[in-house]
């Protein structure tokens, strides 16, 4: 997927962005990375990140039965200092990739970093 890097860096650019990877959650793999990782661990986050991604698009619960859609757009996650944001990127073709940015709890806007990490991966898709 070319413009990876200059996605990644657009959404290190969301007001308190700490880090950010693109996951491939087939294989839980960091496709690439930007900022800090949790616990200064990309790949350890990717990892996590993945088995809560698997959790959600294999659960039918979390899908909507009036449009078939698919389970989820965005996974958030709060935590004491950080909020963690999943976001799926939707492809034409049968892609496994998500994107996974933290951010800083007292300087994120959590609606807005969600609005924005959605137009960076429609971007990805359209590059």
């Known amino acids: 997927m070319p413009g990876i890097e200059e996605c990644l860096a657009e959404a290190m650019g969301i007001t308190g962005a700490l880090g950010v990877s693109l996951v491939d959650w ?51 996650v709060s935590s004491a200092g950080a909020y963690h944001l999943i976001r799926f990127v939707d492809t034409v073709f049968d892609s496994n990739v998500f994107f996974y940015l933290r951010l800083d709890r007292d300087k994120a806007n959590l609606a807005m970093a969600r609005i924005r990490l959605a137009a960076v991966a429609d971007r990805l898709v359209l590059v």
Do not use: M, N
Not at 38 to 52: R, Y
Not at 58 to 66: E, L, N
């Open 26 to 76: 087939t294989s839980g793999l960091a496709i690439g990375t930007a900022g800090e990782g949790p616990d200064g661990d990309h790949e350890a986050g990717a990892a996590d990140a993945t088995e809560l991604a698997r959790a959600v698009t294999q659960t039918p619960s979390f899908a909507d039965p009036a449009t078939g859609a698919a389970p989820a757009e965005d996974v958030i």
